[in-house]
């Protein structure tokens, strides 16, 4: 019997740890991946990819106590050696290397993908197919850690604002907001589905914790094949109480992306500096009518709307260009949307029914969140179930909550991918998905 | 147009803030669901449940402009009173009622449970049924913050650990770990899967990250219908490279738990309070084979052995009873489980290669926990896939990535509805997920 009493000190140590805590000239032991080897006869540069970044490690020969051809590319091996400055290395520092120690060799020292490379040149296709060697790319891994951020900042920012995280179930019965968009699966004998969003589920949970948020991932069956969708997407999703109106919604969005912006800047400066990202302004954020905004770009543009109901990835491109141009801003709410576009459970608005209490944020010309109060009246509620002539099964469980009291409320739902996407950016959303589903691609 | 600038100040308070900020005797504003209310004639009591707990608000005929019958037992409101102090009231402060604000009223006052008793005296069954209402019940409601505690410190910790956090699908192609017990989908007329475990996506995403994590659901289509067994559940899922063996995944979740419950005291006191949890020790995690326990706990309870390959049950429940009687720990990692009960993936003891470097981690008598070393070694891996007669279809990007290079590591995974459960003392796992599946549960 032995006892575990907690994180174990290593004696190799990370990029950190060498910049902060290591002195020149002292021994060290580190370990990493064989990212590339640079012989140049005597001599070699033996590149490490470790967690942090890149270390230059350099091979002498006489100097190191083994020889170079010991070390394979892609192998992960533990070096000792002496740590030095080099102003020209990564981080401005690199090891004399005095021993190796193989820990693992690829069976296969050809890569599919030349990772090593600074930029990956390659097609979206391939990058996909070799996941787990293309990320290997220090860009490449770099958009993940990126996203990472944006997350984080998103739940750390919700517990500070009072905020309780909750977990909902992705398989539930038939019914709900339903529609074909559905993908659907047999339980043990009963027709259920996979969740298109956790809406249901955070609107009860309003009524037990004031404030909930979910960070998980969301499913949808559209057979859309653009740059801008996926079948399966990690949807930040919040959900709060006692709001004096949807405004307070774009209010806590708008303290969001100022938090995430200061993390990134702050925790994440690494990434966004080899990705080379200018982090947008979330100092205000504009909010305008979506008729008004609708008008306003058909004007200065000369676009012709087609559809007076919704915004078309161009109108949505158009003001993006607008917001920039006459708000300077990356980001602009569009709010109240038509009632006729906007799931039952939107609260239309008082002055005008035709429109509901409502918002999409776009960030640079795409949107990225769709959002509003919803109805907290039982009677509200289901008196627009009616008059869509939808039915109420498979909806009692929620109907059911709003009888027994609920405060007035509303939330969103930001797509991760997307957020990550336009803020590196890139054009296609496959680029920051980890392993994207889509209509095409169910592996790996 | 409007601008958003962040998160608005509300007028109202919550109870930290009448607790920390305003004075005895200051006008304040209050918002809340009432929770019940105690009519003593000319006065009255109203408690408001809001997020942080109970607030006793004072009615008195003749004080307050507004007549008593005007609130309705589950409406929400907003009052304006007088904060005093009251030791006998919630967190010894009360309001002393003026006016009041009619929020949004329950069409049905008549409540399916009586949420506002301290302990809820109805079924499990009942619970599940009336989810969204029986969670208003300020008991049922504490757990499910203790939950999130434990998510967010697993998170927190990892964070501070080097770890990155990661987003895998939960559907895919058929393969892989299979068997009997998944979740079969159509994905646009292709036979698709629900993820079992993140396992073979958090295997590749080492080789970029070295350490990663995910918390996320996870589908199991077994037929088990016990108190220990869900359907759907949340996997808290950590991997991490360059280990010097197992012993280090069972460290660094030694010292997640160490950094768990040093979060729930700080952070959620409240709630450890309301539950009368008292937390385990967590300084030292006794870890013991496999085989060694089962011979002991044989020993020593006269308790007969029927499967040697795993552990029953009630076996799990005489170890949980060993460990604490022997070691004083209500947590015990057992160790080196045989070969034949693990997945082929799992890394075979070189100095007995019928067990595994691998553990589980029981938690009061019930495991919470799987994990072990992998294999990282490409011909290691396809050899223990041919000796099993398994076949390397659906798994070819896996094994793609260890012909590309390895490091030596491994990882495991928490059943969070579990941890909870056992660290609540509850006695089945239902009562610790928010929407449980099962074989007869498929909503709300």
Redo the contacts between chains.
């Keep these: 019997?032995?006892?575990?009493?907690?994180?174990?000190q290593?004696e190799?140590l990370?990029i950190g740890e060498l910049l902060n805590e290591a002195a020149h000239g002292q021994k060290v032991k580190v370990?990493g991946?064989?990212h590339t080897i640079r012989n140049m006869g005597t001599t070699a540069f033996v590149i490490l990819r470790?967690?942090?970044g890149l270390l230059q490690c350099v091979y002498e020969e006489g100097t190191a106590g083994f020889r170079l051809k010991d070390i394979k590319k892609?192998?992960?091996i533990e070096i000792e050696g002496t740590l030095e400055e080099n102003e020209k290395a990564p981080g401005g520092i690199e090891i004399r290397m005095e021993r190796v120690k193989i820990?693992?060799?690829?069976?296969?020292e050809r890569?599919?993908l030349a990772v090593s490379k600074w930029k990956l040149q390659t097609s979206l296709e391939a990058k996909l197919?070799?996941?787990?060697?293309s990320?290997?790319n220090i860009r490449e891994?770099a958009k993940?850690?990126i996203?990472?951020g944006l997350?984080?900042a998103f739940?750390d920012f919700l517990?500070g604002?009072?905020f309780?995280?909750?977990?909902?179930?992705?398989?539930?019965?038939k019914g709900a907001e339903g529609g074909a968009n559905i993908?659907?699966?047999?339980?043990?004998h009963?027709p259920?589905v996979?969740a298109q969003s956790p809406q249901f589920?955070k609107q009860?949970?309003v009524?037990?914790?004031?404030?909930v948020f979910e960070t998980?991932?969301v499913?949808r069956?559209e057979?859309h094949n653009t740059k801008r969708h996926l079948?399966?997407y990690?949807s930040l999703d919040f959900e709060m109480?006692?709001i004096?109106g949807f405004?307070?919604i774009?209010?806590?969005?708008?303290?969001y992306l100022?938090y995430a912006m200061e993390l990134l800047s702050k925790d994440y400066e690494k990434e966004l500096k080899i990705l080379g990202i200018t982090l947008p302004k979330t100092?205000?954020?504009?909010?305008?009518k979506f008729s008004?905004i609708k008008e306003a770009v058909s004007e200065k543009y000369g676009h012709k709307m087609r559809n007076p109901f919704d915004l078309e990835p161009e109108e949505e491109l158009l003001i993006g260009q607008y917001a920039k141009e006459e708000?300077d801003s990356d980001f602009v709410?569009v709010t109240h949307y038509p009632s006729k576009k906007r799931p039952f459970y939107a609260m239309d608005d008082p002055e005008d029914t035709r429109y509901t209490l409502s918002f999409d944020l776009l960030f640079r010309g795409m949107e990225v969140t769709t959002g509003g109060q919803r109805i907290?009246?039982?009677?509200m509620l289901t008196k627009k179930i009616a008059d869509r002539g939808m039915t109420e099964e498979?909806m009692?469980?929620?109907l059911?909550?709003?009888?027994?009291?609920?405060?007035?409320h509303g939330g969103l739902g930001i797509g991760?991918e997307r957020l990550t996407m336009k803020l590196i950016g890139e054009d296609d959303v496959r680029e920051t998905t980890?392993?994207?589903?889509d209509?095409g691609r169910?592996?790996?």
């Design positions: 019997m032995d006892y575990l009493t907690g994180v174990r290593k190799t990370e370990n991946a064989v470790k967690r942090e892609a192998a992960a820990l693992s060799e690829p069976a296969d890569m599919p197919n070799y996941r787990s060697v990320l290997r891994r993940f850690r996203q990472e997350v984080r739940r517990y604002q009072g309780t995280e909750i977990h909902t179930p992705k398989i539930g019965a993908f659907k699966l047999d339980y043990f009963h259920a996979l589920y009860m949970m009524g037990v914790f004031d404030r998980a991932p499913f069956a057979k079948n399966e990690t109480g006692y004096d405004g307070d774009m209010a806590m969005e708008t303290g100022k100092e205000r954020i504009p909010a305008v008004e708000w709410f907290h009246d039982y009677q498979g009692e469980a929620y059911d909550t709003f009888k027994h009291g609920m405060p007035p991760l980890l392993f994207p589903r209509l169910l592996k790996p």
